[in-house]
């Protein structure tokens, strides 16, 4: 087998992070479209996506930001102080500039919207061939 090859063969393991069901349903579908990705925890709080996180030790966290007992942003920094190497994708409804940079500061490595699903789709998929 060539190293290409094995490139295309490795799964990305994703912990979805949102308290909306309907967002998580949505996502669940979307990834279950990409070959190599697999979702393998969905978290309806920031304490459940903490604790997650550090169980199963994903290769892409996907974040909400506003979520009860623990905030997207909390999350995010615990994951970062444990995990350098994790990348971080917060998907939210809100667009502000300021918490984007917030987000990006906190060590997120992607602040999207979540009207922006196709752009979260090919950033796994990109993780998928990097990796």
């Known amino acids: 087998m060539r190293v290409e090859e094995w490139q295309y063969l490795r799964e990305l393991k994703i912990v ?7 967002v998580r349903e949505h996502l669940k579908r979307a990834f ?17 996506a903490t604790n997650m996180v550090r169980a199963l030790k994903p290769d892409v966290v996907v974040l909400d930001i506003s979520m ?22 917060m ?7 300021l918490l984007r940079d917030v987000c ?3 060590g997120a490595n992607f602040y999207l919207d979540k009207s922006q ?9 990109d993780q998928l061939v990097q990796n």
């Open 16 to 22: 979805v992070a949102d308290d909306s069901t309907i």
């Open 32 to 48: 279950a479209q990409v070959e190599g990705c697999v979702l393998i925890g969905m978290a309806e709080d920031g304490a459940e």
């Open 68 to 89: 009860p007992h623990r905030s997207g942003i909390q999350v995010l920094r615990d994951i970062r102080d444990e995990d350098p190497n994790a990348v971080i994708i």
């Open 91 to 97: 998907f939210t409804a809100d667009p502000s500039v």
């Open 104 to 106: 990006l500061e906190a």
């Open 117 to 125: 699903l196709q752009e979260l789709i090919e950033i796994c998929e």
